[in-house]
């Protein structure tokens, strides 16, 4: 448990005039880039790194956490005005969203997404706060094994929750542990895969990548793009808290289904705020009375969605902080940021500087009530907002990427990286492989060969030891079950076709005599 | 631009195959029963078998062919045009920008850009002019990145 003297000192450390600065900019940045269609949550959080370098370690975190939880949020705003969801988060209920800004009803709709994300983001908050020091102290007792499998599991779920072929996240996810293994960052500290080129030997720096694979590539998606002109519907927003007590009240048990799903989908790694709409809206539609209504421009699926994906934001920060193993790419790159900062993620943050973690918890406090007051704003000048051309920005967003990796090491090398990560990324895309994946592997890689290694001297060579401590057991029981899962689902869907088949084919009972 | 599933797995082979080749001469670490290349040559088997997974499946579903299907902005000269402009540019700000600078890069990378993308030059000049030198006043006085002057280096504030 966190003591009150530290968070005495976590809140001194954020009620600082420049920290809170810090998150009141990095708010309206996340605010416009969210509600700028084509440009994701991850975008903005990846281009935000370069700005972090600079800071004491709790306002770069505040930065990162204000940046995306604002982001998720306003990628509603174009989804109710345009159909076109600001970030994959809003996807799941655009046409919802949208249908009901052709019914007359875009302030519900706009309010509904703004107040539900606000309490998905706290209750979000609340499960860490309760559930990150007890998960802490379980994780003080795990060795490499415990780790192994914990990476693993880690990958694994990366694998198969996701829209891309499972085969296809699994190339990808390999590709970023190979690219991981560049560089003398191994446990033998041996230069490998470096092609004899000096800026190599210390790895592969991860922010010019992160920039590259998130930024570079959808700048890439962008110039290419042959559609044709996004309309922008100017209408006029009136009271978007109007009804919003109403909505509390008939759908309290879809608003604590969402909150819960978003946390569970949001802690399981590899998965974040995105699916977390999808699963709670294919819930919401399941579980509602008024299914019929479901696309026909009703909010009950956007109070509930809505209030998941924020809720999978703070989630997904759960493994991140007590393991460090992402929830999502969003914590992928904060994971980055907290190794930059030497706030290493793990269970001996929680003991060794508790303020640090009691900051973040304060940091998700505040810039979920922040976002009640500043996403009213965005509502307000949305219209605005969207209107700004992109192919006006992006020619700028290149040249912020170029100056962010090149800040990374103060070399031009980080530039080359870029390029060559976001050419990469494109065309990973073009062919169906996702680049989420990527990051991941490049993450977790070095964690995942450390403890592999580790485990494998400590057991002199034999790998039974991974089964058979008790922990380990039922992590590695977990994670064969993951990974054999589309096999036995194969052979069960295959068992129950033959079946069916044969009793098909079976000669019909002779009348007795 | 799309590889067909068969090209993209062969492609992927060759470079699970040249894991280990790379991995000949690193040294094992005495005492350790496990050295510096068993780690990438794990991921690069695994690598391996997707690749020939994606290969059959490609083969049992019949897509093997056509072997390369280009996008269709291929087809279209401006989006084309964005595309070199964007990646060369890019590719140019490496090669030249400790010579020439960041400012005089950034302006001709813009210029470029924006005319590519089909903006009105009345937009595109007062941008590339200003931008450049806000982004070099955010990131060299600010955050004290140390951005080269190039041929700016005589007139440096």
């Not at chain 1, 289904?257 to 294919?282: C, H, T």
């Not at chain 1, 304060?362 to 509502?379: K, Y």
């Not at chain 1, 605005?384 to 192919?391: E, I, P, Q, T, Y």
């Not at chain 1, 592999?452 to 590695?476: E, N, Q, Y």
Request: hydrophobic share 55%.
């Amino acid at each position: 448990m966190i003591s009150l003297a530290s968070w005495t000192q976590a809140a001194a450390l954020l009620f600082d005039p420049y920290v809170l600065a810090v998150i009141f900019v990095s708010a309206l940045y996340g605010l416009a880039v969210g509600a700028i269609p084509g440009l994701t949550a991850t975008m903005a959080t990846a281009l935000l790194v370069p700005v972090t370098f600079f800071m004491a370690p709790v306002p770069a975190v505040a930065a990162i956490v204000t940046a995306s939880a604002m982001a998720i949020f306003a990628g509603d705003i174009p989804g109710a005005l345009l159909r076109i969801p600001g970030t994959p988060a809003s996807a799941a209920y655009t046409d919802e969203a949208y249908a009901m800004t052709c019914k007359g009803q875009a302030e519900l709709a706009l309010g509904a997404g703004l107040v539900f994300s606000v309490v998905g983001g706290l209750f979000g908050t609340a499960v860490m706060i309760l559930f990150a020091p007890t998960l802490a102290d379980v994780a003080l007792r795990f060795s490499s094994f415990e780790y192994f499998w914990l990476v693993v599991l880690g990958l694994a779920s990366a694998i198969f929750i996701g829209n891309a072929s499972p085969l296809k996240a699994g190339i990808s996810l390999l590709l970023g542990l190979l690219v991981a293994c560049v560089g003398m960052e191994n446990p033998a500290a041996q230069p490998r895969f470096t092609l004899g080129v000096a800026d190599l030997m210390g790895g592969i720096d991860l922010i010019p990548v992160m920039v590259g694979m998130f930024a570079i590539s959808e700048l890439l998606r962008f110039v290419v793009n042959t559609d044709p002109p996004l309309k922008v519907v100017t209408q006029r927003i009136g009271n978007v808290f109007a009804g919003m007590g109403g909505l509390l009240s008939r759908y309290r048990w879809a608003l604590l289904r969402g909150n819960l799903i978003g946390v569970v989908v949001g802690i399981a790694p590899g998965s974040g705020s995105d699916m977390a709409a999808w699963l709670s809206y294919a819930a919401s539609k399941k579980f509602s009375r008024e299914p019929e209504k479901f696309g026909t421009g009703h909010v009950e699926g956007i109070v509930e969605a809505g209030a998941a994906n924020n809720s999978a934001l703070a989630g997904a920060w759960i493994p991140a902080l007590v393991f460090g193993i992402p929830g999502d790419s969003i914590t992928a790159i904060a994971i980055g940021v907290l190794y930059l900062k030497n706030m290493n993620p793990g269970p001996t943050m929680f003991t060794d500087n508790p303020q640090n973690i009691a900051a973040i918890f304060l940091v998700f406090i505040l810039a979920n009530l922040l976002m009640l007051p500043l996403g009213w704003l965005a509502i307000k000048v949305a219209a605005k907002v969207l209107k700004v051309s992109r192919a006006a920005l992006m020619p700028v967003i290149l040249l912020f990427c170029i100056t962010g990796s090149f800040a990374s090491n103060n070399a031009v090398f980080g530039v080359t990286l870029m390029v060559a990560f976001g050419l990469v990324a494109f065309l990973m895309e073009e062919n169906g492989l996702p680049v989420a994946p990527v990051i991941l592997g490049l993450v977790l890689g070095p964690m995942l060969e450390t403890n592999f290694v580790t485990s494998m001297i400590k057991s002199d060579g034999d790998p039974f030891v991974f089964f058979t401590r008790p922990i380990a057991m039922w992590l590695a029981a977990g994670t064969c079950l993951i990974l054999l899962w589309p096999v036995l689902s194969w052979a069960v869907s295959k068992i129950v076709l033959r079946q069916t088949h044969a009793n098909n084919h079976a000669p019909p009972p002779s009348n007795p005599p | 631009m799309k590889l067909s599933d068969a090209v993209l797995g062969l492609l992927l082979l060759a470079l699970s195959a040249a894991v280990p080749i790379a991995s000949r001469g690193f040294h094992a670490v005495p005492g350790q029963n496990i050295g510096p290349g068993a780690f990438p040559q794990l991921v690069a088997s695994l690598l391996a078998f997707c690749a020939v997974l994606l290969m059959l499946r490609a083969a049992r579903s019949g897509q093997l062919r056509p072997w390369l299907l280009p996008g269709a902005w291929l087809r279209l000269a401006p989006q084309r045009r964005a595309f070199v402009v964007c990646v060369g540019g890019m590719l140019l700000y490496v090669g030249l920008s400790d010579r020439m600078g960041f400012i005089p890069c950034g302006v001709a990378l813009l210029l470029a850009l924006g005319l590519a993308l089909r903006q009105p030059w009345q937009r595109v000049v007062p941008q590339a002019l200003l931008a450049p030198l806000v982004i070099h006043t955010i990131f060299y006085k600010g955050l004290k990145v140390p951005l080269p002057w190039g041929l700016l280096s005589g007139v440096a504030w």
